[in-house]
């Protein structure tokens, strides 16, 4: 309870200031006599700081001098997580004839936040509109109203919203208008309307050339219609858009391959990804293609090859896995029981971490749950199991 006695202090010294003076314009009555001003005290010393800040908020009248100090009073609340004294407090702000214009669509921009801050998006939408219409604080209501959008999933709206920030002078939202392309062609996929998806998808690709999302969902799309070739042209794009995601497109890009004829195209690929960008899955699909055409001796040295430049304990399970299948009748008792030890790791690891805010994960989310920032989030390149880096990470239990 301390801290709210704390917290209410300086409101108290400043409504006693300003109604000390507000009485020594009219009369002759010092702040220390206000008998309002005394019970406010009053109610705060016997940590009542619901009913003082009620008090308080009466005796500072609303006024030109006064409105910041509104403002700044339900700012603080609401940062607090007192999000029910911050809307009173912003509501009898607005509710006062005797704002200006600039004034009023200030305490409707902090309402309009604090009713996010409590998840009233209808309510929040609506002010937020209104300041938009005005003409007032568009940037910080045009924010807002993204945000509202993307919660809601409102795929149509984020476009429209992400191009009148753009047109604002906000930087370029191409990245997030990308995947929102890609989110209405996810949706069309889920009626069959494969005409429109691949449209959207064209679209999200004109909006960010290296959206490897639209480019994996154009590489299904064409599996889907049997059109392999120009499937396997699409899965294959992904290498240069962002080599990260190699390993995301290795199973299709085999199973093209396989169908097309073009293993040895394929197989440069992997050993291209492998030597040059230390992918282990490239190089864990390269050590299969080497096993089933010259044997498992020749896998498991190419593994070791590997992993002599590029450690990885997904590499090191795989390569495990290669020389149990090679070994006696009988393995030595000990291989058996690493390379469960490695799987038990592996599966407590996180193969996806976003370059944001450090947020881990297990599977690929195209939007961070964490700090909500698209195409962050990308497979862990060097070393599977490494340790986590940075403060206030937030882990993916799905």
Same mark, same amino acid.
């Given at each position: ?10 409101? #108290? ?28 005290? *009053?109610?705060?010393? *016997? ?60 305490? %409707? ?9 409590? @998840?009233?998006?209808? +309510? !929040? ?5 209104? &300041? ?11 924010? *807002? ?29 191409? =990245? $997030? ?18 005409? &429109? ?12 050339? *290296? ?14 219609? @049997? ?5 396997? +042209?699409?899965?294959?794009?992904? $290498? ?18 396989? +169908? ?9 690929? &992997? ?10 899955? /490239? /190089?864990? /699909? &390269? ?5 089933? $055409? ?21 590499? %090191? ?9 090679? /070994?006696?009748?009988?393995?030595? $008792? ?6 469960? %030890? ?18 881990? #994960?297990? +599977? %690929? ?14 497979? =862990? ?5 490494? !340790?986590?880096?940075?403060? @206030? ?6």
């Amino acid at each position: 309870m301390m801290e709210f006695l704390f917290l209410l202090l300086p409101l #108290a010294a400043a409504t006693g200031w300003y109604s000390g003076r507000r009485s020594r314009g009219s009369e002759p009555q010092s702040r220390d006599h206000n008998p309002v001003y005394f019970k406010g005290l *009053n109610l705060l010393l *016997n940590e009542q700081p619901d009913k003082a800040i009620d008090v308080f908020i009466q005796l500072l009248e609303v006024d030109s001098e006064t409105v910041e100090t509104h403002l700044a009073l339900g700012n603080l609340f609401r940062r607090r997580g007192e999000v029910d004294r911050a809307i009173r407090i912003h509501q009898n702000l607005i509710a006062r004839p005797t704002l200006t214009k600039e004034q009023r669509a200030q305490a %409707l921009l902090e309402l309009g936040q604090d009713y996010l801050r409590a @998840g009233l998006f209808d +309510r !929040a939408e609506g002010l937020f509109d209104e &300041l938009v219409v005005q003409k007032l604080f568009q940037v910080e209501a045009s924010r *807002n109203l993204h945000f509202i959008y993307q919660q809601e999933r409102d795929w149509e709206k984020c476009l429209l919203m992400a191009q009148r920030l753009e047109s604002l002078g906000e930087p370029s939202l191409r =990245v $997030e208008r990308a995947h929102y392309f890609c989110e209405q062609a996810q949706k069309a996929r889920g009626t069959r309307d494969e005409g &429109l998806a691949e449209s959207l998808l064209k679209k999200a690709l004109a909006a960010d050339k *290296n959206s490897v999302r639209a480019t994996m969902l154009l590489g299904q799309l064409a599996m889907e219609q @049997g059109d392999i070739t120009v499937a396997y +042209r699409h899965f294959a794009r992904v $290498e240069s858009q962002d080599p990260n995601f190699i390993g995301e497109v290795i199973a299709p890009l085999s199973e093209c391959s396989n +169908r097309i004829g073009n293993r040895q195209v394929f197989r440069e690929l &992997l050993r291209h990804n492998a030597e040059k960008q230390g992918n282990v899955d /490239a /190089a864990m /699909a &390269l050590a299969d293609m080497v096993r089933i $055409e010259q044997g498992d001796k020749a896998a498991t040295e190419w593994m070791i090859h590997f992993l002599s430049n590029h450690p990885s304990l997904r590499g %090191l399970e795989h390569l495990l896995s290669i020389h149990l299948k090679d /070994a006696a009748d009988e393995p030595a $008792e000990l291989l058996p029981i690493l390379k469960e %030890l490695i799987a038990r790791m592996l599966e407590t690891s996180y193969g996806y971490r976003c370059g944001q805010c450090g947020f881990l #994960a297990r +599977r %690929l989310h195209w939007q961070c749950p964490g700090c909500k920032t698209w195409s962050s989030i990308k497979p =862990v390149s060097f070393s599977d199991c490494q !340790a986590p880096r940075g403060n @206030g990470l937030i882990v993916d239990e799905i």
